[in-house]
Nanobody, 122 residues
């Protein structure tokens, strides 16, 4: 499955952004999807993931209560709504897919899209 992430940008602290991950090439509903992020000089870290049906979600502690992951299988899209953004959320955000249940390790995902930059100013 091919993935493309978009929707990043520059926002002030406390603001919101909505990222989207568009998929093509395979039956999208067969894949769990995760969002990861990587800040300069840091390792890629897990943000959120959603199951194939959308019935199960997992979040990193750092984003719980602020970010919401959702999916529209009919539109082959997974969204990440990010509210109450903080400067520490600044990173390149990536979406990834795996043909099994949700997972939180980057090495467990097979397909990756290009990242989209999110910058939160203080």
């Amino acid at each position: 499955v091919q993935l493309q992430a978009f929707g990043g940008g520059l926002v002030q602290a406390g603001g919101s952004l909505r990222l989207s991950c568009a998929a093509s090439g395979r039956t999208f509903s067969n894949y769990a999807v995760g969002w990861f992020r990587q800040a300069p000089g840091k390792e890629r870290e897990f943000v959120a993931a959603i199951s194939r049906s959308g019935g199960s979600t997992v979040y990193a502690d750092s984003v719980k209560g602020r970010f919401t992951i959702s999916r529209e299988n009919t539109e082959n899209t997974v969204n990440l709504q990010m509210n109450s953004l903080k400067p520490e959320d600044t990173a390149v955000y990536y979406c990834a897919a795996r043909a099994f249940n949700v997972a939180t390790l980057a090495t467990q995902y097979d397909s990756w899209g290009r990242g989209t930059q999110v910058t939160v100013s203080s």
